[in-house]
């Protein structure tokens, strides 16, 4: 893609406007580091151009907050302050979601990664968000909490103008298929190869 252009312009009687601005589904997978990361720099992205962004983190735990969670809940609140930006939404599964938070450590995982999915589904329906972002999504897939096959259809058939991007190892096949951009993150160095652990800044 030299200079921004496509290699290949297709013949769908689209405008280059229209081809332009088609709602993407994006998957960032492998096992690399960074999937996520670069996931909430495009959050950041949406929010600057105005959009409304829906976090659903599907695997991390209530009680961790990470770097990224700080700075996008206080840019929707500048959002409410002021108007600049977009609105901001996070939920975490944790034990049991934010807009349904159960008591306890012992919630069932599979059960809340379903109602997970439902709310983003009913969300989609309702075009509540200008980009969803389903961190760690490939998990409850794999792991069979969440129907891979409705999980491509309703996302590969949503309406109006949503973006999607899942984040994850191992993400299906079906969902890669069902994908307009897919990224694959390959490991070729990690400090922990070395014995380092995580650290502040880097990550999280």
Not at 16 to 28: E, G
Not at 153 to 179: D, F, K, S, W, Y
């Amino acid at each position: 893609m030299p200079q921004g252009q496509p290699t290949n312009v297709p013949v769908d009687g689209l405008t280059t406007r229209q081809r332009r601005n088609r709602p993407l589904l994006m998957v960032h997978t492998g096992e690399g580091k960074g999937k996520s990361t670069a996931a909430f720099g495009l959050a950041m992205r949406g929010w600057n151009q105005g959009w409304n962004i829906g976090v659903f983190q599907f695997v991390k735990s209530a009680k961790w907050r990470i770097g990224e969670q700080t700075v996008l809940e206080r840019l929707g609140r500048l959002h409410a302050e002021t108007g600049e930006g977009g609105p901001v939404e996070w939920h975490k599964m944790g034990s049991g979601w934010s807009w349904s938070r159960k008591q306890g450590d012992e919630a069932d995982h599979a059960a809340d990664a379903a109602e997970g999915w439902a709310e983003v589904k009913r969300r989609l329906a309702a075009e509540a968000h200008d980009l969803y972002l389903l961190d760690e999504f490939t998990y409850p897939i794999a792991w069979g909490w969440v129907d891979a096959a409705d999980v491509a259809e309703t996302l590969r058939n949503r309406p109006g103008h949503q973006h999607v991007v899942v984040t994850g190892r191992r993400a299906h096949p079906l969902l890669l298929e069902a994908a307009d951009l897919v990224t694959e993150m390959t490991k070729v160095k990690h400090p922990m190869d070395e014995g380092q652990k995580g650290q502040r800044g880097i990550e999280w």
